[in-house]
């Protein structure tokens, strides 16, 4: 069975260069540390990516998975969902939504429903989530506000 676990950031960012980051999938193993590779494998016919490969490594977990991807036509939504069961996943939905702030700020909101092929005790796995949250929306965050660094 697979939980649901939400999470937000306030980013120092408009939405459009928060989604610029989020959708530029090649660079990924350049600031997230547990993905190892990436690979789009299929595009929309604007350029958006539909099918994306990811090769994980994060210590204790390692999974080569595909997922696809949706987005709002204005991207202030972008989700996915496993395209087929890895090794470590029976099935991936999730999503970010961002929306702009009156101060020129965006909040990102995370939701991640993950049901594993492994057992793991539900202490274990709600702890597993919220440290792969953290790390995910910490980076998007350090990534959108480094200079230079989003496109």
């Not at 994306?52 to 696809?68: H, K, P």
């Not at 909101?109 to 202490?123: A, D, I, P, Q, W």
Request: aromatic share 8%; hydrophobic share 40%; with cysteine.
């Amino acid at each position: 069975m697979a939980d649901s676990s939400t999470q937000s950031i306030v980013v120092a960012a408009p939405p459009q260069r928060v989604a610029a980051v989020i959708c530029d999938f090649p660079r990924y193993p350049e600031w997230t540390e547990a993905v190892q590779r990436v690979e789009v494998v299929e595009e929309y016919e604007d350029g958006y990516a539909s099918q994306v490969r990811f090769t994980l490594d994060a210590g204790v977990m390692a999974d080569e998975y595909t997922l696809a991807y949706a987005y709002s036509e204005d991207l202030s939504r972008i989700e996915w969902h496993l395209v087929a069961p890895s090794t470590m996943q029976r099935s991936q939905v999730g999503s970010y939504d961002i929306v702009g702030n009156p101060d020129g700020t965006s909040t990102v909101t995370y939701t991640l429903e993950v049901e594993l092929s492994v057992g793991m005790l539900g202490m274990f796995r709600r702890k597993a989530e919220k440290m792969i949250m953290d790390a995910a929306l910490k980076q998007l965050k350090r990534r959108v506000e480094t200079p230079g660094a989003a496109q």
